[in-house]
């Protein structure tokens, strides 16, 4: 028998598949099919700050219309739902999840203040979440602000979420920080359990005709997969017991591999899950499997970081050093 189970922020998962955030993991209906197909955990959508202070206003805004018009205007309208206000709809859907799904439920939070990401992570633990995911999805383009003031900015709030929730922490990094393994090195110093690695930045585009700006969002590629795979196989020697997720691009149980070789404890999965449905996640377990029958792996644990930069053939693939040598392959000036 082969045995999948892996373990990520201290929970024991019995997949190393993991269905990340996306319009798959925001429905229970959706949700109860991913655990059906046999994924590990589930990444619910993240909660933004921005976005749940501005609907709240909105309706504020709109139910006080016309309050001062008449002595009986508040007679104008019924009772309000305000069920799907705010961050009650996330938090119903985290309660709602782990009530329907038989393996841990991951809530995401992104804040704008260090006081929202306190408040909202410590309301999605308390709905019932086995772990938070703070998702550092930022875009810094003040010229003001240094490279280590923003890291600095990140490990103030990562470190105030740490004091305030109980349950396992994982960080969403960004591919853009300068130095990641040394802010790697200081999460884990101040209470992170892992990181997740990396975030996708929404990319806009430009319609020349209209001369607008257009955000558009498009579901990664497999290219993408060596930016977190390369990382994943530098920080696994690093940090032996720090949980290494990798996120982006993996489409099949041989992606799998790679990330438990290169050291990755999970590797998560969206894009191919929308493209080709839940029921796919049985179909890479099945992929999985099959590698490490015909590669007589009994256990997943037992493949984790054998391709790490400690153990590869050559460690220097990892690094700058085959540049050079990889660009002549590529030229057919010279063979692998």
Same mark, same amino acid.
């Given at each position: 028998m082969i045995d999948l189970r892996c373990r990520y922020l201290g929970l024991t998962l019995r997949s190393p598949i993991v269905a990340s955030a996306s319009p798959l993991t925001a429905r229970v209906t959706t949700l109860r099919l991913l655990d059906d197909a046999g994924v590990g955990a589930v990444v619910l959508p993240s909660l933004f700050e921005e976005e749940v202070e501005s609907e709240a206003m909105a309706l504020s805004g709109h139910? +006080?219309?016309?309050?001062? /018009?008449? @002595? $009986? @205007?508040? /007679?104008? &309208?019924? %009772?309000?739902d305000l069920s799907f206000v705010g961050p009650t709809s996330h938090i119903r859907l985290v309660s709602s999840a782990k009530s329907a799904l038989d393996i841990p439920v991951i809530a995401s939070v992104n804040g704008a203040t260090d006081g929202g990401w306190v408040r909202y992570a410590t309301m999605l633990a308390d709905a019932g979440a086995d772990a938070i995911e703070l998702n550092l999805y930022a875009v810094q383009?003040? %010229?003001?602000?240094? *490279?280590?003031?923003?890291?600095? $900015?990140? &490990?103030?709030?990562? $470190?105030?979420?740490?004091?305030?929730v109980n349950v396992p922490l994982s960080v969403k990094l960004s591919?853009?920080? /300068?130095?990641?393994?040394?802010?790697?090195?200081?999460?884990? +110093? #101040?209470?992170? +359990? *892992?990181?997740?690695?990396?975030?996708?930045?929404?990319?806009?585009? #430009?319609?020349?005709?209209?001369f607008d700006v257009v955000p558009?969002?498009?579901?990664?590629?497999?290219? $993408?997969?060596?930016? %977190?795979?390369?990382? #994943?196989? &530098?920080?696994? %020697?690093?940090?032996?017991?720090f949980s290494l997720a990798l996120s982006s691009g993996?489409?099949?149980?041989?992606?799998?591999?790679?990330?438990?070789? @290169? *050291? @990755?404890? #999970?590797?998560m999965m969206a894009s191919e899950l929308l493209r080709r449905g839940p029921g796919r996640v049985r179909e890479i377990e099945t992929e999985l499997a099959a590698w490490m029958t015909a590669h007589e792996y009994s256990a997943v644990s037992q493949m984790r970081g054998s391709v790490a930069s400690n153990a590869a053939r050559d460690a220097r693939s990892y690094e700058r050093a085959q540049y050079i040598h990889n660009l002549l392959v590529h030229a057919g000036v010279v063979s692998r």
């Open positions: 139910l +006080d219309a016309g309050t001062d /018009s008449s @002595a $009986e @205007a508040t /007679s104008y &309208l019924p %009772p309000a383009a003040d %010229p003001a602000k240094a *490279g280590p003031d923003v890291e600095a $900015e990140y &490990l103030r709030l990562v $470190e105030h979420v740490r004091w305030a591919p853009y920080l /300068s130095s990641t393994a040394n802010f790697v090195h200081r999460l884990r +110093d #101040i209470g992170a +359990d *892992g990181v997740v690695l990396f975030n996708r930045f929404v990319q806009p585009d #430009i319609d020349v005709e209209t558009g969002v498009e579901l990664s590629q497999h290219a $993408e997969m060596r930016l %977190p795979l390369r990382w #994943i196989g &530098l920080l696994r %020697p690093m940090f032996p017991d993996a489409r099949s149980g041989l992606d799998v591999v790679k990330g438990v070789l @290169a *050291g @990755a404890d #999970i590797v």
